[in-house]
Structure formats: structure tokens, C-alpha cells
């Protein structure tokens, strides 16, 4: 039986067009809200009927990446991986 090889991880520049931004510089962790989907409507299925009806819609997004973003939206990166996406995006 062939093993098929276990596919490349996405590159830094990849994740920054597919919308990852930083959440945590001391874990290297990037999140994002998923695709075909506001901060606010991703934060209202993640957490219905609370207080973000009063946030504003980039503030619904940075609190869905910080709390409740999981699976695919998430990403730790390498060392060297976090030094690219930093030198890239400052």
C-alpha cells in the first residue's frame, strides 16, 4: 500500500490573503473568521443573544478570533514562520 504524502502547510502569504491576523504573539497563533461570514454574524452563531449587538463589526471580528474562533480558523505557526508573518505585516 502507497502513502499518499501528507500535504504542504499553507505559506505565510497564504494565510494573510486568506484573512489570518495575529491573536497571540506568545503562542504564534493567527486566527480568522470564516469565510462568507461578517464578525458579527460569526460571533452571533459562536455566541447567540449576547452582548455584541453593541459592538462594532471589528470588534465583533477581533472577539470572535480571540474566543471563539476553533479548527481551520486557528493556526500556530513555527518560529520562523511567526518571523516572516511579522516582517510581512508590519
Same mark, same amino acid.
Given at each position: $500500500?502507497?502513502?499518499?504524502?501528507?500535504?504542504?502547510?499553507?505559506?505565510? %502569504?497564504? /494565510?494573510? %490573503?486568506?484573512?489570518? #491576523?495575529?491573536?497571540?504573539?506568545? *503562542?504564534? $497563533? /493567527?486566527?480568522?473568521?470564516?469565510?462568507?461570514?461578517?464578525? &458579527?454574524?460569526?460571533?452571533?452563531?459562536?455566541?447567540?443573544?449576547?452582548?455584541?449587538?453593541?459592538?462594532?463589526?471589528?470588534?465583533?471580528? %477581533?472577539?470572535? &478570533?480571540?474566543?471563539?474562533?476553533?479548527?481551520?480558523? #486557528?493556526?500556530?505557526?513555527?518560529? %520562523?514562520?511567526?518571523?516572516? *508573518?511579522?516582517?510581512?505585516?508590519?
Amino acid at each position: $500500500m502507497k502513502q499518499e504524502p501528507l500535504p504542504l502547510p499553507p505559506s505565510v %502569504e497564504d /494565510l494573510i %490573503e486568506a484573512g489570518y #491576523v495575529q491573536v497571540s504573539r506568545r *503562542y504564534r $497563533m /493567527l486566527a480568522r473568521v470564516p469565510p462568507g461570514l461578517t464578525g &458579527r454574524q460569526a460571533l452571533d452563531a459562536a455566541a447567540p443573544g449576547r452582548y455584541h449587538q453593541r459592538l462594532s463589526e471589528d470588534a465583533c471580528a %477581533e472577539q470572535y &478570533r480571540r474566543v471563539y474562533a476553533r479548527g481551520t480558523d #486557528v493556526v500556530t505557526l513555527t518560529r %520562523e514562520d511567526f518571523i516572516r *508573518y511579522l516582517q510581512l505585516t508590519r
